[in-house]
């Protein structure tokens, strides 16, 4: 046997004898210094798992969850906001509805905001008008989104009166629809076991009326597990987000009108709207195939 088919043999069985493994060099950071620049809000993204109706789901996140935080600035106020990449994979953070400057736009035709994992980018954002404004990386947009990388911030309107709660609903998609597949780690359809479903449709993270409760504590918004509650004579303003990557959704709430009957949202834009509660009852919130459950006491 030649020495060259010697090692094609070596290589069936043990290729270290014949091969050496490539070395992996780490990607370059664009913007080195940031790593240990001061910022007002850090945004670590990093990969998680969520239990999504007993699945699996391999998520992209924004500080671990889905949705990622919901921040709160001022009508005028600006915000140095780092972007930590503890992730395996490049990432971003682009703003809807603020201004900032073009080379922190968060596509790949402005390197200088490309994460690169390990690496860290500082943005000044500010806030320039009143809204409820996404934010997800930029890269590839149809699949982040579809795993999870968003966010959102509110710039109240300073003329809003003083609300007993404010609640907080992002609709949004989990997943791509495509027939099932077992799939690990990182693979693309974002869940494992075989026959599990691969597309979720989903209010603040959940399908099925597991929806967590967002709302606004103080100066800043909390999730929790549970189900969102007023009663009546409390002065209730809902803010609204649809972050799925295609799809419009029609927002409704049984027993009540916010604004009308039902609002359409297409993908990356938000509302505002408010009541007085007066109709007691455990109602309903509907938004695609998903559902919240909202509970208003006498």
Partial sequence: MSKLGLCFFLVA???????????????????????????????????????????????????????????????????????????????????????????????????????????????????????????????????????????????????????AHELVFVLANLGIPMPAAVVGGDGDPGESGAGAPTFFQIINGRPDGNAKVIELLGDQYVASEGTATAKVGDRVRFRVANLSAADTYSFHLDGHTLPVDAVALAPASGFTAELVEDNPGTWTLTAGGSFATYQVDP
Avoid: M
Wanted: hydrophobic share 40%; charged share 15%; proline share 11%.
């Fill in 13 to 163: 069985v043990a290729p270290a004898g014949c091969t050496t493994a490539p070395t992996v060099e780490p990607l370059a950071c664009a913007t080195p210094a940031d790593s240990s620049a001061a910022a007002d809000v850090v945004l670590t993204a990093r990969d998680a798992t969520l239990s999504v109706d007993d699945v699996t789901f391999f998520a992209w996140t924004y500080d671990g969850d889905v949705p990622g935080p919901v921040l709160r600035l001022a009508l005028g106020e600006s915000r140095r906001i780092k972007l930590v990449n503890a992730g395996p994979r490049p990432v971003s953070v682009h703003f809807h509805g603020l201004a900032y400057s073009e080379a922190d736009d968060g596509d790949p035709a402005h390197p200088a905001s490309v994460v690169n994992p390990g690496c860290a980018h500082v943005s000044t954002v500010t806030a320039t008008q009143p809204g409820v404004w996404p934010f997800h990386s930029a890269l590839d947009p149809a699949v982040e989104l579809s795993r999870g990388l968003y966010g959102l911030v509110v710039v109240p309107d300073p003329g809003e009166l003083a609300a």
